[in-house]
């Protein structure tokens, strides 16, 4: 069994959304995980790409930046632990 070199690159973002899902798991920080789940979601768009479906490519990218500027604003409005800067 031979592999060409799109199934190396497809094994690759397989790979990077597995780490990409464990990190988000095990991050404390809610800012750290919501930056890594923006990379889950554009390698997420890639591997769509790469399966020569746009349309879902589109849709995960919509979505994705959707769920993280909603999440990012969640986290600046609720998290204790941020640092706030006073005047």
């Known amino acids: ?3 060409e070199a799109f199934d190396y690159w497809l094994m690759a973002l397989m790979i990077i959304l597995v780490v990409a899902a464990l ?3 095990f991050l404390k920080n ?3 995980a919501v930056i890594v789940f923006g990379a889950y979601s554009v390698t997420m768009v890639l591997v ?3 399966m ?3 349309d879902l490519a589109i849709t995960e990218a919509a979505a994705g930046i959707c769920m ?3 999440m990012m604003v969640v986290i600046m ?3 204790p632990n941020r640092k ?3 005047k």
């Open 30 to 32: 809610l800012m750290h």
């Open 52 to 54: 020569n479906t746009p």
């Open 23 to 25: 990190a988000m798991y």
């Open 1 to 3: 069994m031979y592999f």
């Open 48 to 50: 769509w790409l790469t």
């Open 84 to 86: 706030v800067r006073k």
């Open 77 to 79: 409005r609720t998290d």
């Open 68 to 70: 993280t500027v909603l």
